[in-house]
């Protein structure tokens, strides 16, 4: 199939456009930027350009069977700092992404979306996909009401979609110097030997999810066929941030300092999402132990390290 990705050159983006290849999709990437941790792949076409860029956008989807959308403009902290930047970067471009889609006959549109955010603070966990959405931060509210634009262009132009909300991703391409990805973050100070910084007392836990797992699960819903059009995608536990700090010593044998700064409104205190959907209507499940997924990543981190040296 012919398939455009949106955000392929990021983290999530360059592990879903491995994993379309080697099914043997034709593969087109939109995105602002080249791949910071590889150089280009000789099976892809790049169209670089930016995401508030109407005409590239529509240009970059012409012929496509399927759209991925990976792009977000915002991180939950930079999207409470200005929310009118949020909205109109995120939703009012995806808004014409969408009315692109429909003129060009896109026969599907995968919106990643967030796990972490839509919900909020949970009344319980693990959370389920039919749980309240009270989303506390910008980022969520806009990830949220794409989600609803897709269901209200479904039901006006037919327009087919899933959704898929995944946790908290971690692994090999995330960036380290990025100011969200707690695994990626803390692996990158303790390369560095710099402390790590923990917003409140380390008790908040998160569900983190190996890239293969993520990616496994996006590509089950894009193409399984269920009646149902949103997923969880995450590991089904917990994790709390102090107990993360304690694995990631063990695995680098680097003995980071810690300090504890006052927490910050937008971050839930806990989170673990439900998966039982994806798992009977995808045939998907999580498969990584954290252990494992750690050490890949603490390896891609060394070996980059080594390729700068290099
Ligand atoms: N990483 C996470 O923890 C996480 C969790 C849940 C959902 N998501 C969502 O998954 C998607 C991908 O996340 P990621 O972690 O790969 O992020 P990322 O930042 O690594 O990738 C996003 C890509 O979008 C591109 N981009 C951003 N703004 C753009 C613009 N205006 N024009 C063109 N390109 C632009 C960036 O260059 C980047 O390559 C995002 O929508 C994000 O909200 C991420």
């Not at 403009?73 to 889609?101: G, H, M, Q, R, W």
């Amino acid at each position: 199939m012919k398939i455009t990705v949106f955000g392929g050159c990021g983290f999530i983006g360059s592990h879903l456009v491995d994993a379309l290849l080697l099914q043997g999709h034709d593969i087109r990437v939109f995105d602002r930027s080249l791949e910071l941790f590889r150089t280009p792949l000789v099976d892809v076409e790049y169209v670089i350009g930016d995401f508030g860029n109407r005409g590239l956008v529509s240009s970059a989807i012409k012929g496509s069977d399927i759209v991925f959308h990976l792009i977000s403009t915002t991180v939950p902290k930079t999207s409470n700092d200005d929310p009118v930047f949020d909205v109109s970067s995120n939703i009012i471009e995806t808004l014409y992404l969408l009315e692109a889609c429909v003129k060009e006959n896109v026969n599907k549109v995968v919106f990643i979306s967030s796990g972490g955010t839509v919900y909020g603070a949970p009344a319980r966990v693990p959370i389920s996909e039919n749980d309240q959405t009270d989303p506390i931060c910008s980022y969520g509210i806009s990830k949220l009401a794409i989600e609803k634009y897709l269901f209200l262009f479904n039901k006006l132009y037919g327009l087919n979609y899933t959704i898929v909300r995944p946790s908290n991703p971690y692994g090999p391409r995330q960036n380290p110097k990025n100011i969200q990805g707690a695994v990626s973050v803390f692996l990158g100070n303790a390369l560095e030997q710099l402390p790590i910084i923990i917003w409140g007392d380390g008790s908040v836990s998160r569900d983190f999810l190996y890239i293969d797992d993520l990616v496994d699960g996006i590509v089950k819903a894009t193409f399984a066929k269920s009646d149902y059009r949103v997923f969880n995608i995450g590991s089904g536990a917990g994790t709390s941030l102090n107990a993360l700090v304690a694995m990631i010593r063990e695995i680098t044998r680097v003995d980071i300092d810690v300090s504890y700064k006052a927490s910050r409104a937008f971050d839930v205190p806990e989170l673990v999402l439900d998966t039982s959907r994806a798992q009977r209507e995808l045939g998907w499940s999580h498969k990584t132990a954290m252990a494992d997924g750690l050490r890949a990543t603490w390896n891609a981190l060394l070996e980059n390290r080594q390729d700068q040296v290099n």
